[in-house]
């Protein structure tokens, strides 16, 4: 059975650092891609960071982009999302999700990690 757990969530001041990891478990051979989303209340959820075929391919939101970069370590069978100079509207329950195929839905989903960030 695969899953996905989320860490590393937690409050930070504006313009602080987080780390999220996102172990991955029960996978055959590997998703093809894995990502990062976000959603804040009252708003849609929102992919912010993915990353395909090993490392080959990655996509950033432009609200993230040149302050979080996505990871993964194969070996570990986890994905990073590092998290620098945060905002107060990254603020946001952060998901993982991993899909069989490098395009359409994404099939697993982890159960989400919270970021708070006080100016």
């Known amino acids: 059975q695969v899953q996905l757990v989320e860490s590393g969530g937690g409050s930070v001041q504006a313009g602080g650092s987080l780390r999220l990891s996102c172990a991955a478990s029960g996978f055959t051979y590997g998703p093809m891609c894995m990502g990062w989303f976000r959603q804040a209340p009252g708003k849609g959820r929102e992919a912010i960071a993915t990353?395909?075929?090993?490392?080959?391919?990655?996509y950033y939101a432009d609200s993230v982009k040149g302050r979080f970069t996505i990871s993964q370590d194969n070996a570990k069978s986890t994905l990073y999302l590092q998290m620098n100079t945060l905002k107060p509207e990254d603020a946001a329950t952060y998901y993982c999700a991993a899909r069989n195929l490098p395009y359409g839905d994404w099939d697993y989903w982890g159960q989400g990690t919270p970021v708070t960030v006080s100016s």
């Open positions: 990353i395909c075929n090993r490392g080959r391919a990655t």
